[in-house]
Nanobody, 131 residues
Framework: QVQLLESGGGFVQPGDSLTLSCVAS????????MGWFRQAPGKEREFVAAIRWNGGITYYSESFKGRFTVSRGNSNNTVYLRLRNLRPEDTATYYC????????????????????????WGQGTQVTVSS
C-alpha cells in the first residue's frame, strides 16, 4: 500500500509560481511511475504530467509543457510539480498518483496520461489563481 499526501497549493495571483509536493508513505516510490492530474469544478480530471518508473523520463500534456515541471526526490520519497506563470484557468484540485506497473518505453507515452493506469491516489491540493 502507498499513501500519498499532496501539499503546496494555495491562493495565488496570475503569473505567480507554486511548487506542489506529494509525499509517499508505506513504501518507496523510487520504482513507481508517478503522475499529476488536476480537476477543475464541473470538469473531468485531466492529465498534467508524469515521471517514469525507472529513470527521469517525463511526460506532459501538451497544454502544460513548458510551464509545469515534474520531478522526483527519491531520497525523501517525494514527487514535485512546479507550476509557473499560473493563469486563472489553472484553478483546480491537483492530485498525485502512483502506478505500480512497468510499462515499456514504447507504451509509456500512452500509459501515463491514462488515469486508469494508476493504483494509488492522494486527496488533492487546491490551487486557486485569481487577481
Amino acid at each position: 500500500q502507498v499513501q500519498l499526501l499532496e501539499s503546496g497549493g494555495g491562493f495565488v495571483q496570475p503569473g505567480d509560481s507554486l511548487t506542489l509536493s506529494c509525499v509517499a508513505s508505506g513504501r518507496s516510490i523510487s520504482d513507481l511511475g508517478m503522475g499529476w492530474f488536476r480537476q477543475a469544478p464541473g470538469k473531468e480530471r485531466e492529465f498534467v504530467a508524469a515521471i517514469r518508473w525507472n529513470g527521469g523520463i517525463t511526460y506532459y500534456s501538451e497544454s502544460f509543457k513548458g510551464r509545469f515541471t515534474v520531478s522526483r526526490g527519491n531520497s525523501n520519497n517525494t514527487v514535485y510539480l512546479r507550476l509557473r506563470n499560473l493563469r486563472p484557468e489553472d484553478t483546480a484540485t491537483y492530485y498525485c498518483a502512483a502506478d505500480r506497473s512497468r510499462p515499456t518505453y514504447q507504451t509509456s507515452a500512452a500509459h501515463y496520461p491514462d488515469a486508469m493506469s494508476y493504483d494509488y491516489w492522494g486527496q488533492g491540493t487546491q490551487v486557486t489563481v485569481s487577481s
